[in-house]
């Protein structure tokens, strides 16, 4: 039997530091993307503030391609 939990998150201004993390990495979205296990058209949409959610098994895709951490912590208050 599987028990799920599920935490939504607002993270302010989280695509501009998605965007702002892959300029200064130098590598193209499109490598970025595979790395995260996303397609390069999911990885634009997320960057320019077109998804309303994302999944924290994206969101930890992408910080493990651009190899930082965003800050995301999904904590109980």
């Known amino acids: 039997m599987d028990v799920v939990r ?5 993270v302010p201004d989280l695509s501009q530091k ?8 130098g590598r193209s979205a499109q490598i970025l993307a595979t790395l ?3 397609s390069t058209a999911y990885w ?3 960057e320019q503030g077109k998804r309303q959610w994302i999944s924290e098994e ?6 493990q391609a ?6 995301v912590t999904f904590e109980e208050k």
């Not at 599920?6 to 607002?10: D, G, H, L, S, Y």
């Not at 998605?18 to 990495?25: L, P, Q, V, W």
């Not at 994206?58 to 910080?63: A, I, P, S, Y």
């Not at 651009?66 to 800050?71: A, E, P, T, V």
């Open 58 to 63: 994206t969101l930890r895709g992408m910080e």
């Open 36 to 38: 995260a296990g996303i």
């Open 66 to 71: 651009l190899n930082i951490s965003l800050g």
């Open 6 to 10: 599920q935490i939504r998150v607002t």
């Open 44 to 46: 634009y949409q997320i």
């Open 18 to 25: 998605i965007k702002e993390a892959r300029e200064k990495d």
